[in-house]
């Protein structure tokens, strides 16, 4: 696996309401993939204290991403307490998408719709650059 996360570019797709923090929620999730079969684990609580929403946000943010693709399958799985934790199963990304560095996700001096914004911008950006092609008007 890669150190750097792997974003597709059709996270510029998701519906327009609260769009910034649900992309930054994306990239938290994805960026615990940690081998070949492309599942993430982490806890909602975690994921919340995070993205710095409350857990129900979370559900919200999760719901959305299933339902626009992004998000392959969610299954429960128990661990040796009382408590489960969701498995999130990705899809293999082949091209279309940008790549960030793993240390954006806890930079705590900037907000997850910071975050999420310069991720929606580099989503646009012209395929392998930084740049973005605007049409002259």
């Known amino acids: 696996m890669s150190t750097f996360i792997q974003i597709p570019n059709r996270i510029n797709q998701l519906p327009k309401r ?20 492309y599942k993430a684990i982490i806890l ?6 995070l993205i710095g929403v409350n857990v129900r946000t979370i559900y919200n943010h999760v719901d959305i991403l299933e339902k626009s693709g992004l998000i392959l399958d969610i299954t429960k799985q128990h661990g040796t307490g009382e408590y489960s934790h969701n498995v999130y199963q990705f899809d293999y990304l082949k091209d279309e998408y940008f790549i960030m560095n793993p240390d954006l ?7 997850a719709k910071l975050k999420g914004l310069l991720m929606l911008i580099k989503a646009n950006c ?6 973005l092609q605007f049409n002259s008007k």
């Open 44 to 49: 909602k609580d975690e994921l919340a204290e």
């Open 18 to 37: 609260s769009k910034l923090e649900e992309i930054f929620t994306y990239a938290a999730i994805r960026s615990q993939i940690k081998n070949e079969s």
């Open 105 to 111: 996700i806890h930079e705590e001096s900037i907000s």
């Open 126 to 131: 012209i395929k392998g650059t930084n740049y």
